[in-house]
């Protein structure tokens, strides 16, 4: 079993930045994908990031060249670097692991990005 907790939402200005960290607990060994989701009022969630375990990345085109995923494979942990803030990006904000064939949800850290 696997738990995960983020931190590090909060409301910013647009143009701002924040950092999102996720901490993993329970017994883990190696871990394979790890990404961050949001999801806004009356929207479907979606990937914003996502990172192997070997570094590999992708990213939502909405977010491209402003955010930033990184994971930390000794201590099981993956954060988002969020720059350049626009209020669109405004949602909850998710840490997704896929861990021995299972999906394990955060849940989930508010950022709220004002004009």
């Known amino acids: 079993q696997v738990q995960l907790v983020e931190s590090g939402g909060g409301l910013v200005q647009a143009g701002g930045s924040l950092r999102l960290s996720c901490a993993t607990s329970?017994?883990?060994?190696?871990?394979?994908?790890m990404a961050w989701y949001r999801q806004a009022p009356e929207k479907q969630r979606e990937m914003v990031a996502s990172?192997?375990?070997?570094?590999?990345?992708n990213y939502a085109i909405s977010v491209k060249g402003r955010f930033t995923i990184s994971r930390d494979n000794a201590k099981n942990t993956v954060s988002l670097q969020m720059n350049s803030l626009k209020p669109e990006d405004t949602a909850v904000y998710y840490c997704?692991?896929?861990?021995?064939?299972?999906?394990?949800w955060g849940q989930g850290t508010q950022v709220t990005v004002s004009f």
């Open positions: 329970g017994t883990i060994f190696s871990i394979n994908d």
């Open positions: 997704y692991v896929y861990y021995r064939f299972r999906h394990y």
């Open positions: 990172i192997t375990s070997s570094g590999s990345t």
